[in-house]
């Protein structure tokens, strides 16, 4: 399946104030098919949060925060609508968020990092 998909492209530097140019827009594939416990998610929303500028750099400042990699899709919060699933706690249909969502159009994420928001029925 061909997505769609945004990548750290360069890093703004400690100092440095991100730009549009440190990101970029590119396709990329996933699988077809779903592995147990698995789900895959449409995106529908994703979270820009100030925490983020520290992870465009290697040196985050802190502890907790991981730095996204180069060439690498972001991630941030999401959510999302479960469009196939092979987990047990969650159903096609279901809204589901993540803190570690990543920027791109569908996904196929472990469903046991998922919480569940409701469903469309």
């Known amino acids: 399946m061909i997505i ?4 750290l492209n ?12 440190n990101f970029r827009l590119e396709q990329s594939t996933i699988a077809d098919t779903v592995q147990a416990g ?5 995106t529908l ?12 750099n ?7 925060l991981q730095p996204w990699q180069l060439s690498e899709v972001a991630d941030g ?8 699933s092979k987990h047990d706690n969650l ?4 809204f589901v968020t993540s803190f570690t969502w990543p920027w791109q159009t569908v996904a196929i994420l472990d469903g046991s990092l998922l919480q569940k928001l409701g469903s469309r029925d």
């Open 4 to 7: 769609q998909r945004v990548v």
């Open 10 to 21: 360069s890093r703004p530097g400690k100092n440095g104030v991100p730009v549009a140019e």
């Open 38 to 42: 698995q789900v895959r998610v449409k």
């Open 45 to 56: 929303y994703l979270s820009v949060d100030p925490y983020m500028r520290c992870r465009m």
């Open 58 to 64: 290697e040196d985050t400042g802190s502890d907790y």
């Open 77 to 84: 919060g999401g959510v999302g609508v479960v469009e196939e």
């Open 91 to 94: 159903a096609e249909g279901d």
